[in-house]
């Protein structure tokens, strides 16, 4: 992208601000949901600023605009903003002020900030507007400055949505579901849940959408009460069988551009038994556009009531009294804590179970029959980039019977680029592969029987002892957690150390989590499961259930040399109960072969040896049904105890 | 204690409710702290219900009253109420109302509550006045009925204060403590830090005091501004030294019996630069009554900040109006995080450490004696108790030459006695040992260089293979955590599991944590870091930093057959510095032999193995020069290689 262009673009907005009299446009990169990935009608931050980075804020002001970009996109962020006018802000470096500090210090008294409420949570939104209210500044959520100003914008993705069979797929019908979560409302004594978070919408319906690249998900909110259930779609992504599957299931369909709107005069009351609103909201997914619109439909309620039960008329008191006032009880009427429907969602009901225990076989199949291909064809002197490798793998994920897109975009990275975590070959494939080395592939599909995510890292040549010595710890760090036992109510939090120890033991460390919760077609990254072993502001605090899924992916990363990753998905189901409680396990779903030739026996305890043999048994019985011949000889060579 | 004495008792408070318009008073089991132990006076609810257990709530009305205990309790409170007309209430039990929703039920509306608002938390108070609402019944928090109906209540301890040496026990002025924290609330932004955590207390001026038995603190409250400290105690505990100290290093002194009458009306501004107050409090650890103080004193500041600044007076509002909207600024000005004196404190520098290294190894070795005197006597046949083995050990630790007090009186226990975690042998001296099975010993002493805690199992004859197999299991668990290095950063939530993995393979656990802090001539147990795996409501997050001290207590419980604990005191401290960061380990301040009879080789793995020699061979180095030749040669022998 030009830098000119972005000049321009800048130019057209910053006559709109004048025009609405905004001192400050904050441009930030979210969709509606905050999603983790979104469309293209929402790269506005890419628009005016040229940087393409996954992350990162721009702030527009009348004479300056800066970027805050953290650092994994110094070095491109430098280089897309240049001649652009935008200072880059280093987060994290020293001596570079937060955009917090930049706005308060920046931002003149009793100016305002402009931001579309919708791209910003609850929370960021609360803290801008308690931050500046000490300089008396002012927050204007409800203005899109820059998509007003963005010519051609793309519009909202519009894709048809379609049902997931219950008895085939999902397990349970939407009714079933609808009821549960209204016992879990009962028990926390709302009369409302409100979502915005898109995968948990799809699975609380039983549908699946189009709008978000490699996340099968429709752009929607949706309302429980104890009565209805309100699910807000655009009206041309709602087809005749959705409309009469919501019909028979009692959900009321409605038109997703009218939701902000519909907001503060919805009926969340939950009839004659308590005729208080009550709100739940998962203050992590729900936008500062939605938060307002829900003030708004309680302050009617609590004007209501002041009025009964107090004798107060907020109506003749000054208005920043009864904002005030209003501002006390709203409190206790929202409940913002994480989402119930989230949690409902991690724990896979058997259908899921047995639809996952099929595809993770199937795909694994896949990827073990493009481990052979790949190692057969640099054998023979192939001439393979990281981009050619990583599309025979997508055709072979393709023929699956009930393929439906890929779960990402496959990562295939070659020597020293398999040190970038997120490293995708570009469009010109990529580099290619020499016959010596590691090529280390992350990849997965979205199938009807689930959601499947992947990770091996191969040589395809003579590699480092090293290398070995690397990939080794890798596979007992991965081979560890998996083998682990531990009681019902114990959380990420507590298991990660199982993979990370021979690590650590090592002085070694990388720098991710090490597991993730998988959707069930849906996103390839879900929550509230996750493993990982660092305190953050937000406690990672969710008990493991039998019938959660996680990912079990440690790896080491060496800068300009190379990089492992394995990553084999896990079942956890319950191990047996004992007087001292009931234990949890790990079963594996994936099933692909560690590499014979990168593991350094000399590593091994006699614990993490049999543990990989007794893998290694499972991968060949497994898989040989998918294999031909060929394939089946060298598998039952590569697995041959060790 | 008779029954009838509890049913007189229980009478004369009715009469004293009748007075005071009280509904129900409720006697909860905490001193104005909320400290681990309390002093006789405040054992209000033991006086009126004859229940002696250590936690506990009772709640009397006119015509009933009710106790609610847990599990740990049931038999015994069982036994104690008999005859006194109250009914036990089983917590946790199905069917058996909690003590909020016993309330709610039975109190009528627009009663009123009565509670001595010192003894209950800031949370405790808020939710019981947040539910009792919505039936109009009303809080009365400034009253002591239970207090006023006692007859002859002990007196609050007095016993004077003592100074603890910066130079050669403390390591730092207390002026340069107080220079820390003022640093903290600064970025902290508020005005005033307000503590009514004796053991905080104590370290933050280099006091000590006497008023908790085994615990070396006075009876406290401490308010910490920019320039200010004021240090509440009580007038007959302020020595003509204290004094001088105190004038000395800038500390107000101000006495104790004020403290909730000044509360209100203390400035709490930071001088010209900010004018607001803001005060940070740790919720945990601040009474309702303390709290209710400091909202009286944040009012007079909301009052004129709104009539200046916002053109608002209260005066003329509606009172509840202006209720709300006080709330609704208190909110803002009231910091309620973790005590920043906690964190500080947990830290130990460099002249603290050293004393814990000396002195632990001193307490180590009268341990160590003791089980030489006592695996000796029971082959020599001598006749022994719990309790005269428990005051042996207690005599040499009076023999140290800086020896206060013990830590906590001495749990010696022998057999199936010690698979109750908590147990003492009574006045009568408790069980006779036999020449077989095991004894458990759990003791420690406070010292002017420190305190001590450590806990060792011995067998004391013949054993069954099922012992011998949970005490090697126990100690794998001890040494495996001891010898984990981990990243900075790492919280006990994330460790809990290299201690606990050896019992969770084989279907095992122990229902405690593994480890706490120790105090330094405090608290034998003290935060905020600890090891334990299990997610509790608030979240054990405090990452590990080097100079924190820690327990290693794994343990097996065999109800009616035998109980196993062994507990090594360990020092947290930096390991390397490599690419990915920076390792911590642990090094044991406890040094007393592992029972060698009681070790399954089966059991060890290589690693565990060799953890155990090099433990093993550090003792004979470390003791050696405290023992006389008869029993070092037994510790050589003990401590050979396995």
Request: hydrophobic share 35%.
């Amino acid at each position: 992208m030009a830098e000119n262009q972005c000049v321009a673009r800048l130019a057209a907005l910053r006559k709109t601000m004048e025009r609405s009299g905004a001192d400050t446009v904050l441009i930030p990169t979210a969709d509606y949901h905050n999603s983790e990935y979104v469309a293209d009608c929402f790269k506005a931050r890419e628009y005016y600023s040229g940087f393409t980075g996954s992350a990162g804020t721009l702030a527009v002001r009348g004479n300056e605009a800066a970027l805050w970009a953290d650092g994994r996109y110094f070095i491109q962020a430098e280089h897309e903003l240049e001649g652009s006018g935008i200072t880059l802000m280093k987060m994290g470096e020293p001596g570079v002020p937060t955009l917090y500090e930049w706005l308060k210090d920046h931002m003149p008294e009793k100016s305002v900030l402009f931001f579309d409420g919708r791209c910003i949570t609850k929370a960021e939104g609360e803290k801008l507007s308690h931050l500046l209210a000490g300089k008396g500044i002012s927050i204007r959520a409800d203005l899109d400055l820059a998509g007003d100003a963005w010519e051609n914008r793309p519009a909202l993705p519009e894709h048809a949505v379609f049902l997931l069979d219950a008895e085939k797929y999902a397990g349970e019908t939407a009714v079933s579901k609808l009821e549960r979560l209204r016992a879990r409302m009962k028990e926390k004594n709302v009369s409302a849940y409100v979502s915005s978070k898109l995968d948990e919408i799809m699975w609380l319906f039983n549908i699946r959408g189009n709008d978000v690249e490699c996340n099968p998900v429709a752009l929607s909110y949706a309302v429980v009460t104890k009565e209805t259930a309100l699910l807000y779609l655009q009206d041309a992504e709602v087809t005749k069988d959705l409309s009469d599957y919501a019909g028979a299931c009692g959900i009321t369909l409605q038109s997703y551009g009218n939701f902000l709107s519909d907001l503060p005069k919805l009926p969340l009351e939950s009839g004659g038994e308590c005729e208080e609103v009550r709100i739940w909201i998962d203050p992590d997914y729900t936008s500062y556009a939605v938060y307002q619109g829900l003030l708004q439909n309680l302050d009617r309620g609590i004007d209501r009531k002041l009025r009964k039960k107090e004798n107060l008329d907020l109506s003749v008191l000054p208005s920043a009294a009864a904002a005030k006032i209003r501002a006390e009880e709203e409190k206790k009427l929202l409940v913002e804590t994480p989402s119930p429907v989230d949690y409902m969602k991690s724990i896979r009901n058997e259908t899921e179970i047995r639809n996952f225990r099929d595809i993770y076989v199937e795909d694994s199949a896949a990827l073990t029959k493009f481990i052979y291909w790949l190692k057969k064809s640099m054998k023979e002197g192939a001439e393979l980039t990281e981009g050619s490798a990583a599309s025979y793998l997508d055709k072979l994920r393709a023929g699956i019977s009930d393929y439906v897109e890929l779960s990402f975009p496959t990562i295939s990275a070659y020597g020293s680029n398999a040190a970038m975590m997120h490293y995708e070959p570009g469009a010109d494939g990529g580099a290619k592969l020499s016959p010596e080395g590691m090529l280390l592939v992350d990849s997965g599909g979205h199938y009807l029987r689930g959601t499947t995510d992947v990770t091996r890292t191969m040589s395809v040549g003579p590699v480092t002892e090293k290398m070995r010595r690397s990939y080794t710890l890798t596979a007992v760090s991965q081979l560890q957690l998996m083998g682990t036992v531990f009681l019902k109510g114990c959380s990420g939090m507590a298991l990660d150390i199982m993979a990370r120890e021979p690590m650590w033991e090592n002085g070694m460390d990388y720098k991710c989590g090490t597991g993730h919760g998988i959707g069930y077609l849906l996103n390839v990254h879900e929550g509230p499961q996750t493993i990982r072993w660092r305190v953050r502001e937000k406690a990672d605090s969710t008990p493991f259930a039998a019938g959660m899924v996680v990912s079990d992916e440690p790896g080491v990363y060496r800068e300009g040399e190379y990089g492992i990753r394995i990553e084999t998905i896990l079942l956890c189901r319950e191990w047996k109960t004992t007087p001292d409680g009931t234990f949890l396990c790990f079963e594996p779903l994936t099933f692909a072969p560690l590499d014979r030739d990168l593991i350094d026996p000399s590593v091994l305890t006699p614990h993490t040896r049999s543990l990989l043999n007794q893998y290694h048994k499972e991968v060949v019985e497994k898989l040989s049904p998918y294999l031909n011949e060929e394939e089946k000889a060298w598998l039952v060579r590569e697995c041959a105890e060790i």
